[in-house]
Antibody
């Protein structure tokens, strides 16, 4: 069955960087894209970006441009999110999610399978 | 950037009742690329509807979606106790960011 297992909780100081991993299994990794979504405590969902596991092409939300990097490792079928220059308002649960359909088919940006979430706390 | 506005913010209903949740977009969403998710505390979201009206395999048929252009609706025909949660719409048409609405909290009356 499809599974996305994320790395554990992180505590970082302002200005630091964090890298969250999303280990996948149960499907052909390169056929689907991975979306990253975050959720601040008690708040709604925020779309951060998407990466095509086929070739590493990315789309980032403008607000994260310059601070956000999404990558993939096809040898370990793992996706990564790295966020730099952390601020207190980056404190959130970060989720990875797999697309509903293969990346070249409509609805590939719909998020069907989700990781369990990774809490990133930014505090001095 | 497309802004999605969900209403109401909170909906208080009893099991067995019908729930109607609204999602309005600031501009037309191409090809009805609109999805609905359910989220319970401490859990990731769960996909309920995509393409405005299509249920993925395993989603009960009491959940239905409708709408096009800028106005979309999620209807839960007869509420079960496990349906009380927060619901989000998301658009995924056109250019990113593929934004979410702010959510509707469906609570037990």
């Amino acid at each position: 069955q499809v599974q996305l297992v994320q790395s554990g909780a992180e505590v970082k100081k302002p200005g630091a960087s964090v890298k969250v991993s999303c280990k996948t299994s149960g499907y052909t990794f390169t056929s689907y894209g991975i979306t990253w979504v975050r959720q601040a405590p008690g708040q709604g969902l925020e779309w951060m970006g998407w990466i095509a596991a086929y070739n590493g092409n990315t789309n980032y939300a403008q607000k994260f441009q310059g601070r956000l990097t999404m990558t993939i490792d096809t040898s370990t079928i793992t996706a990564y999110l790295e966020l730099k220059s952390l601020r207190s308002d980056d404190t959130a649960v970060y989720y990875c999610a797999r697309g509903l359909t293969p990346w070249e088919i409509p609805h590939h940006l719909v998020n069907e399978y989700w990781g369990q979430g990774t809490l990133v706390t930014v505090s001095s | 950037e497309i802004v999605l506005t969900q209403s109401p913010g909170t909906l208080s209903l009893s099991p067995g009742e019908r729930a109607t949740l609204s999602c309005r977009a600031s501009q037309s969403i191409s090809s009805s690329y609109l999805a609905w998710y359910q989220q319970k505390p401490g859990q990731p979201p769960r996909l309920l509807i995509y393409g405005a009206s299509t249920r993925p395999t395993g989603i009960p048929d009491r959940f239905s979606g409708s709408g096009s252009g800028t106005d979309f609706t999620l209807t839960i025909s007869r509420l079960e106790p496990e349906d009380f949660a927060v619901y989000y719409c998301q658009q995924y048409g056109g250019s990113p960011p593929y934004s979410f609405g702010q959510g509707t909290n469906l609570e037990i009356k």
